[in-house]
């Protein structure tokens, strides 16, 4: 049954939006980033991680088949500057980047505007820039129930932010893409502070995958399901929107993976790189699978 309802929904992207469009002809290719929400995954030892990978060694291994992490773990705890130093350190020599999403004491459980919110923000970003130039985009993503009646809190926090850091936001609440003006609202707000807007491809919200670029780095979140054929032809939907930005003036993207079970997250992620190496000419390194589960290649 679950299948039928994926194969009823329109997975096809929306043309570019207003900023997107806008883009200008770029001389240089933006550099690409490719990876899942953590790494560590049980359930990828025997898949990317040889058997009887201690989870110390987890983050090794992620680095050696991805170029990039969306850091949800930065979203229940603010950690110290040792540990932060610890993960860069294991990143050492390669142009990977962790993209640490904002605490939920911020995101989530605050108003944004409050003295502990600010002394929180702070913390957060004392201990994130510890990655060093390892560090990516931060994500900063609101709870559902954060509408636009509350953008004045949103736009006040988001212009109190360091200029020289590179921030992207997730918003969920449907009426901020409902209603035109709000929307684009929104968009002008993040293109004027340099903020990047996530992209969220995910079946049930269609709306969240609006293709605004409004900063000089784009931010993609795709959720997949489970492998099923559609996980594919949105691959190659993205493959094709991916190859007509390449040669626009956008500095990064970022294409992160979910998967219910995330255990098929390196298999659709390697059908992705492969198919953007393939396409766009790269030559983007696929992740070391050491066995399968799954239809690999739809």
């Not at 992620?269 to 396409?279: A, G, M, P, Q």
Request: charged share 25%; hydrophobic share 35%; glycine share 6%.
């Amino acid at each position: 049954m679950i299948a039928v309802y994926w194969d009823k929904v329109n997975f096809r992207l929306s043309e570019d939006g207003v900023f997107a469009k806008a883009l200008k002809q770029a001389v240089k290719q933006p550099k690409l980033f490719v990876g899942g929400a953590k790494w560590g995954r049980k359930e990828w030892v025997g898949l990317i991680y040889p058997a009887k990978t201690k989870e110390s060694e987890f983050l090794d291994y992620y680095i050696r088949n991805f170029n990039g992490v969306e850091l949800n773990t930065t979203h229940y705890q603010i950690y110290p500057a040792a540990t932060i130093q610890k993960w860069a350190e294991k990143a050492k020599g390669t142009d990977f980047k962790f993209c640490p999403k904002f605490p939920q004491s911020i995101s989530h459980y605050s108003d944004l505007l409050s003295s502990k919110a600010h002394a929180d923000t702070d913390r957060f970003l004392d201990s994130v820039m510890n990655f060093g130039e390892h560090l990516g985009p931060m994500f900063l993503q609101l709870s559902e129930k954060f509408g636009p009646q509350r953008r004045d809190a949103l736009f006040s926090y988001l212009q109190k932010l360091p200029k020289d850091i590179a921030v992207t936001v997730e918003v969920r609440h449907p009426d901020w893409f409902g209603n035109p003006q709000i929307r684009e609202e929104l968009f002008q707000i993040l293109h004027e502070l340099s903020i990047g807007s996530v992209i969220t491809d995910v079946s049930g919200r269609r709306d969240c995958a609006h293709m605004e670029v409004t900063s000089p780095g784009t931010f993609i979140r795709f959720v997949g399901n489970g492998l099923h054929p559609t996980d594919y032809e949105r691959i190659d939907d993205w493959v094709k929107r991916i190859k007509s930005w390449l040669q626009k003036d956008i500095r990064e993207i970022h294409f992160y993976m979910h998967q219910p079970d995330e255990l098929y997250t390196p298999q659709l992620t390697d059908y992705l790189i492969r198919e953007l190496n393939k396409t766009c000419g790269l030559s983007l390194e696929a992740p070391k699978l050491i066995g399968t589960t799954g239809n690999l290649f739809g």
